[in-house]
């Protein structure tokens, strides 16, 4: 098999295109998470590893002694085991050809755990006929299936409800999600049903100019050595960024992490704290539909509206008819980096998706993607 290799540092990652789950992309923000918040670890598991572009680049930077990556991908595995190969390190690196954690040894015990799972809930997903995804459950597996797709959220679940007993006592749990396809409180009920418990939700904030980032980090613990399930959801909604923040030492010393209310918002890159306070904006469109409280577009003719940086917003997108529309949004002169994103899309209101998004600043064009009328301009300043 000819494979790709992508280098980090020492070690050379084989992998494919079609293996590429954003390991390489959104996946590197586990380095500085990692080094920062826990240091050097014994032992990580890569979960969902696919290449494990993640748990090799953690152990390229020193950040453990040692690896176990496992992936249900027969493909994934083959091109984990090439690696191993090519950087001789058959003593430090463990791979499972695993169906969740179903093949993993029992003896198998964990300091860190990380993944970047799947994304999606399938049941969420309704692929067009004749597109790749569609017939996607059935045996014949497309590399998009294994990518995104995670029916009913089974895998979660079923890693939820077992991974306890591959903890050490203080092993932690660091699951990379994307609100595109969740929140914080699809998940909880399985962590608590998993003897863990959600201590704290956050976002790894990327240089400004760079990226509409929807990518968030659920950090879960061991029940036994949680002093309370700091983050259930009764409390997720009610407690206060400041007490989350206090929890990290690292946070308040290093400079290059900030804080949710923005207070140092000229440092560029760090952690994000995550709360229940999603800022809802409705838009109306045309503007003569609009009406008191249904609208932040208000108080103009023009389809214009300020949002500020790093905040938690939640688009629903109606036309004059109340309908709830498919709306997607770009960014108007996007840096370089940016381009060669695709649109982002907003899915209708009442859908089961989340439509949730921290925007950097610049300004966003929002579109009717099925008349592809322009809808609003949405200034992040
Ligand atoms: C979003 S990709 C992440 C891949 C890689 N970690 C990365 O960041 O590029 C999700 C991975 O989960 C794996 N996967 C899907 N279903 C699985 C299951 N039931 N058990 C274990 N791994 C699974 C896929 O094969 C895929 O490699």
Redesign the pocket.
């Known amino acids: 098999m000819d494979y790709l290799i992508k280098k980090y540092k020492d070690i050379e990652v084989a992998w494919l295109p079609e ?6 992309t959104h ?1 590197q923000q586990f380095i500085p998470i990692v080094r920062k918040v826990y240091g050097k670890v014994d032992r990580i598991f ?9 748990g090799f680049s953690l152990l390229a930077e020193g950040l453990c002694n040692s690896l176990c990556v ?4 027969p493909s ?1 595995v083959k091109a984990l085991k090439e690696t191993i190969r090519r950087n001789r390190l058959a003593d430090r690196v463990s791979i499972y050809l ?3 954690l179903n093949d993993i040894p029992k003896t198998e015990r964990w300091d860190l755990v990380v ?5 999606f809930n399938a049941k969420q997903r309704k692929p067009r006929s004749g597109s790749r995804l569609a017939g996607a459950s059935s045996a014949k597996k497309t590399p998009e299936f ?3 797709e ?1 029916h009913d959220w089974k ?1 979660h679940k079923d890693f939820y409800l077992k991974v306890q007993k591959f903890l050490k006592p203080h092993g932690k749990i660091l699951m990379q999600e994307n609100y595109l396809g969740s929140e914080e409180k699809d998940f909880i009920k399985f962590i608590e049903l998993g003897r863990l418990s959600l201590k704290r939700s956050f976002m790894y904030k990327v240089q400004d100019e760079k990226a509409v980032n929807s990518y968030y980090f659920l950090e879960i613990e061991n029940t036994s050595q949680a002093k309370a399930s700091r983050f259930a959801l009764s409390k997720l909604r009610k407690e206060s960024h400041e007490q989350n923040e206090a929890e990290l030492p690292d946070i308040r010393k290093a400079d290059d992490f900030i804080s949710q209310d923005n207070r140092r918002h000229k440092i560029l890159s760090g952690l994000l704290m995550q709360r229940e306070d999603i800022k809802p904006i409705r838009l109306v469109y045309p503007q003569q539909q609009k009406r008191q409280g249904a609208s932040r577009f208000a108080n103009a003719n023009k389809r214009a509206i300020k949002l500020a940086p790093w905040q938690k917003y939640r688009f629903e997108l109606k036309n004059s008819t109340q309908r709830c529309i498919n709306a997607g949004f770009y960014r108007e002169n996007p840096p370089a980096f940016f381009k060669q994103k695709s649109m982002l899309s907003v899915p209708p209101g009442g859908r089961k998706k989340s439509s949730i998004f921290h925007l950097t600043k610049g300004a966003y064009i929002f579109i009717d993607l099925d008349t592809k009328e322009k809808i609003a301009e949405v200034k992040v300043e």
């Open positions: 293996l590429n789950g954003g390991g390489m996946g890569e979960f969902c590893a696919g290449p494990g572009f993640i496992a992936d249900a991908n994934a695993s169906n969740g993944a970047n799972p799947p994304h294994w990518l995104i995670d895998i």
